[in-house]
Each structure stands twice: as structure tokens, then as C-alpha cells.
């Protein structure tokens, strides 16, 4: 009873720890487990086990290689998964068969008592396999090695582990479409055909149409560096997910650096008369849009092309993301950045008004900050799944105006 | 003011801030073992160790502990901890349990740097961060690596005099790690009720 209730436990925080990783995993799939194991799956070895944790929980490969690294943390090494071969099968069947009561015990030591049982916790690393190797040298620093170093034993995790998974972006992101029926017709219209049926009343031969497409164009606009680094494996991670999965006809992607255009003529902010934390609501109606600025094609911000001929090519009634912190994350309040953003959102409105603006930052850090200011006159969301549904419902045309406290 | 009593200013006020105070500062005592840090590395430090935690450090942790006054910029993604707040993080990391977890992190930093630093094309900064970890696994090892150095140094066969003056001094500075537990304690650090309560 005990050692059931130890191998549950350990089986139960395995599962946990995946879903505290974002796994979209039920019970079900914890069910699945369980029924497989009694079904005869995965008792035969270490090995086996995690290939059957695989098949049924990973969905990708990121997933894969993160469920590997934990059931390395997490489960009794290979050597404490020995099986038996119990004499009556063998006599019975000429052939070797796992013992699963035997599984069981060694499943349920721990990777304490497992460290325990070997070399009091530690093990030499010229022992494991290539699990320290020796650095190459490449400049006149001769190579370190740590061969024979004494270290714990522990698997860590290399897999970034993102406040939203790709496929969750991808689903959400599948969702904005602008379906146009193009091409040659190749699709049955059955409508079409039954009431031709039912007017002439003879066999006349189907009607086809067009397979509808997803004609949708989104533009990418990212904020890059400074303020913007430690978000970007999650903005990188984002933006793959819309661009290679999320079914979009045509996708483009340019980059910049705080804002997107600079160079709005501040001279209308004398109208604000000096306020310590002055809004641009009296005045937002005077602001002219601005188009003036450069975005970058690549991402280390080189390669740049005029943000008018980029929204020439792109914008017109496309969608437009724009990604950006805003400057929430160093918790700043700058008027000027404010009016290039509003004057460059005005800008692009002459090209579409589809647009939303993604914020890596959740919303209590928006507040007292310039991007706090925006999300008052942009649609504005947190990089979350919740809110990105939001976000793409708006570009669906979803009225947001009580989302935005004055919209332009 | 001296700089130790500085940097347990900025220390204090950075934990006065957060709404998770103890749980930040041990993050912060972890990102202080590196020599620097890039935000890939912070986020493995957090994802091993700080994910299975209750309750759990959000990703924002992140960039909260890289733009507070304990680290600072020193090039593109990279930061570091200033020398004498490093000292004090340090001493607590090895606080907590006699070493324990100071060993796991450096053993994380060089499986780290052996499988998946971007630092390969800056081989100054890779080495600075093995011998670092090395530092923390097997001190001999490590003083006898820098002193073969060292040699060559003086004998004109490696170039990097000014490197390997600036790792003696790091590697006698982290040396005291483990040494000066009575000047700090896990009591020694004031936790103040996150804001709203």
C-alpha cells in the first residue's frame, strides 16, 4: 500500500510539474497513463517508460525535450530499473519477461535514495557519459576541463519555459481570417446543387466553387533591444508561432527601436501648460500623424527601409501588430515618446485600422508608464493567451471601445 | 558608507519593492554566481530553480531583478552583478545550505556554458565563467588552471595578462565565499510585507 501510494506520488508530481510548464494536460491524460501501464505499456525498461510518457503527453518538441530533462530530475536512474525474470514465464515461454511487481519497487525509490544507493550522492563526472566533456581551445586560454570533478548529479532543464506556448499562439492567431473563394472550383456546393436539382427538376451535373482561402495579411511591427531584451525569447517565440503556424496568407516582419517613428513636432505640448504628468487628451485631436521613421529588416537593427514605403507595401488594409513594452518595463513616463507613438499610430491609421499592440508586460507593470498612456488610446494587451483572443477578436472587428479610455 | 554597506542598501531596497521579497532575493543570490549574465541564462537559473517553487517566480522576475540597482548593463544582453552586492548575494547563496545549492548552480552554469552559451565567439568571457564554476566545484583545480596561466603569461605564450589579473582577483574574492558566514545570515536580511498588506 505504501509503496502504491509512493509511486503515485511520484507519478503525480512528474505530472504536475509538467502542467506548472505549460503541458495542456487533464486528467485524462493522467488517466491515460495509468491505463496504459496496466494495459502492459512501459514496464520493460527506463527507457520504454519515458518513451510512453512522450507519446502521450509531449506534443511537440520542445515538449519532448522539456518532459525529458524532468524525467531525468525526476525519476530512479536506469541501474535502479532492473527487472527479473520470473522462472515459471521463462520455463513457460523460452523468453525473458518483465516482473512488474519488481518495477514497481524500483520505481518508487526516489532520486534521493537513488543518489543515496550510489556513491554517497555525488558521482564522478568522468564516469557519466560525456556529461562534462572538455572545452576546445580557441584563443591562447588554454581549455578547462572538469574531468574527474566531483559534482552533483542533477539534469537541468535547457528549454525556455514562456508564460505562452506556441501552439497556443498559433491556435489563437488561426482564428483571424479574411476568407476569400479563389481560384478554380474544385469544391462541392451543395446548396447550389440541390436547389438547381429541385428548380429543374432533371440529374444535371454538381455545381462546384472555389476552395475559400485565408487571404489575411498581418504586418509585424517589434520593438527591439534595450528595454526589450529580456522579452525577447518570448517575442521571438510569439512571433515564429504567427508567422509559421497560425494560417495566415501573407505575413511581414519589421523591427525598431522604442518607437516606431520619431520626430513628432513637440511644440504642440506647450498647449499642456507645464502639467507634471501631462495626458495629450486636449490636444489629441492637433496631433498630425507621422510617417517619418525607419524600420529595421532584420533583427540586430541594420538593414532599415523608409516606414512609409514599408506600410506602402504592407499596410494597406492589412492587420497590424505592433509589439512593444512601451516603456513599461523600466517603469518610465515620457511625453515625447508618447507623442511619437500617438502622431505614428495616427499615421498608420490613413493605411488600416486594423491594429492592436502587444505588450510583453502584464497589466499592473502598464500603469504610471508611457505604455499605460497608449493603452489609453490604443488597443493595447498583455502577451498572455487570454489576451490575445481579445486582441484578435479587435482585429476581427470586435467593437473595443470600452477597452480604450479616449480611442483616436 | 562603505561599499559593502551600500550594496546592502541596494540589496534592502530591492527586496522592499518586490511583492515575493524572499523568493527574489534568492533568485538574485543565484544570478550573482556568473561573473555576468545574459537573459538566457537568468531564465535557465529561474526555470530549474524557482518554477517548482509555491508560489511559483513569474517570468517577470526576470527583467525585474535585471533592471533593479542590483545588476547593470555591460553590453548587449549581458549584465552583471556589482562586486560587492556579489559578495553578500553570494554569501547567502551558500547560507542556505552549507554550499549545496551553490555547487548546483555552478554545475548549471557550466553544463550551461558547455551546451548553450551564445559565448563561443567570445572565448575571454566563456573561460571567465568556467573557471568561476570551477571555482565553486574544485578550487584546487581551479587555482592550478590559472596558474599554469598565469606562467604562460609571464613567459609571453598567451596574451591575456590583464584576463588573468582580473581572474586572480575574482577567484580570491569568491574564495571568501563559506568564510565570512558571520557577517551574514539568512536573519540578517529585513522582508517587508508586499504592498497592499
Known sequence: MKESLQRLDLLWNFFQKLRVRRFELGIDDYMALHRSLQAGFGWSSRQVFLELCISLWAKSRSEQETLSALFEQLMPSEEQW???????????????????GETINRFNSTPKESAENTSGGEVSVSETRGFLPQTEVKSGLPPISIQGVKVAEQPFLFVPQLPVTYREVAQTWRRLKRPIRLGAPTELDLAA???????????????????????????????????????????????EAIQKAGRLGETAIYYFHNVPAAGADDRILKNLNGQLFPVLDSILPQIPPLLGGYLYTDRSLLEYRPLQQVLEDYGRDAFIMIVS???????????????????????????SSNYVW??????NYWQNTTAGQIARHVPMFAMNREEMETAVNVLRGQQYGDIMERPL | MTSSELAQKKIDAFVRDQLQPEAMLDFACHAALPVALNTELLHFLRVNFFLDESPALPYTAEFELLFSPLCREIDEDLYEVEPAIRDILLQRLYAMDRGERLQKVATLLWQYLDRYSSWDQRVELARAQQLTALNFLDPAKAEAWLAEVEAEVTKGAIVQRDWSIAMRQEISDRSRVGCNLHLIHRSSFVFYAPQGF
Open chain 1, 358 to 363: 502587444l505588450n510583453p508586460l502584464p497589466r
Open chain 1, 325 to 351: 513594452d512601451g516603456g513599461a518595463a523600466r517603469q518610465s513616463y515620457r511625453i515625447s515618446r508618447l507623442l511619437d507613438t500617438i502622431a505614428f499610430m495616427k499615421g498608420l491609421r490613413t493605411y
Open chain 1, 82 to 100: 532492473i527487472y527479473v525474470i520470473p522462472q515459471d514465464q521463462e520455463q513457460q515461454s523460452g523468453e525473458q519477461s518483465w516482473t512488474r
Open chain 1, 193 to 239: 446543387t440541390l436547389e438547381r436539382r429541385c428548380r429543374l427538376g432533371v440529374g444535371m451535373p454538381v455545381v462546384l466553387r472555389p476552395r475559400q482561402r485565408n487571404v489575411s495579411r498581418l504586418l509585424l511591427l517589434v520593438d527591439r533591444q534595450g528595454s526589450m531584451t529580456p522579452f525577447d525569447a518570448l517575442c521571438t517565440e510569439v512571433c
